[in-house]
């Protein structure tokens, strides 16, 4: 099973909101991060937990604060977002640690309009 | 960091055969890795090069060389689900978690 998945698929919200975008896995994979991907673009990295221990940050502004409960979960919180933020948001996980392959999974991802 | 190239855009008839290429820079190589995105939908890995040679997992193989810093993906027996964009990436020795992307390459297959 390389099932990724998250909620909410899609999300309009205004500039003023708070909301949150989860993620969850259970390939006991205790890497897990955030992408965000604009329109014909790659995807951009963001945060990056390993072992429940934030890894990477991306220089990601403090309107988007990640969290990571435990293993199998991964939240973003968004708030005072611009429009600019609009984008789809990948949730991915992989085995955490050195020399392995550490293949990525990728959710489906949650569209998001910021109005 | 790393400088990815790949094509921006190739389109093949349904039943050939295409090869995307992807050239990289890097300061210390650790893995290349495709990945097959359609259109709204989130990445799907399709294949993992570290050592120097070709893979091959069905219709689709993939190939290394480190000294040239050269990559290709191959899909064979074209079929129109193969329409996607194909993502190259690249990881750096150093930061196991840190993947480079490149543009993307579309891939239009036409009947």
């Known amino acids: 099973d390389t099932e990724v998945t998250q909620t909410p698929k899609h999300l309009v919200m205004g500039m003023t909101n708070k909301k949150s975008l989860k993620c969850e896995q259970h390939m006991g994979h205790r890497a897990m991060y955030w992408y965000k991907q604009k329109a014909k673009k790659p995807p951009e990295l963001m945060f990056v937990?390993?072992?429940?221990?934030?890894?990477i940050n991306e220089s990601v502004p403090s309107r988007f604060s990640p969290e990571c409960p435990n293993s199998s979960l991964l939240n973003l919180h968004l708030h005072a977002l611009q429009p600019e933020d609009s984008a789809l948001y990948l949730c991915a996980s992989s085995r955490a640690g050195t020399g392995g392959v550490n293949t990525q999974y990728f959710g489906p991802g949650t569209r998001l309009l910021v109005l | 960091g790393q400088n990815i190239d790949q094509p921006t855009e190739m389109t093949a008839t349904e039943g050939a055969i295409v090869q995307i290429n992807c050239t990289y820079q890097?300061?210390?190589?650790?893995?290349l890795f495709w990945y097959q995105q359609h259109a709204g939908e989130a990445p799907t890995f399709l294949s993992y090069?570290?050592?120097?040679g070709l893979e091959e997992k069905g219709r689709f193989s993939s190939f290394l060389s480190r000294s040239k810093g050269y990559s290709y993906l191959l899909l064979k027996e074209l079929q129109m689900k193969d329409s996607a964009s194909y993502l190259c990436a690249v990881r750096d020795r150093g930061n196991d978690y840190k993947l480079s992307f490149g543009a993307g390459t579309t891939v239009t297959v036409r009947a």
């Open positions: 937990y390993s072992y429940e221990k934030l890894s």
């Open positions: 090069n570290v050592l120097d």
């Open positions: 890097t300061s210390g190589f650790n893995g």
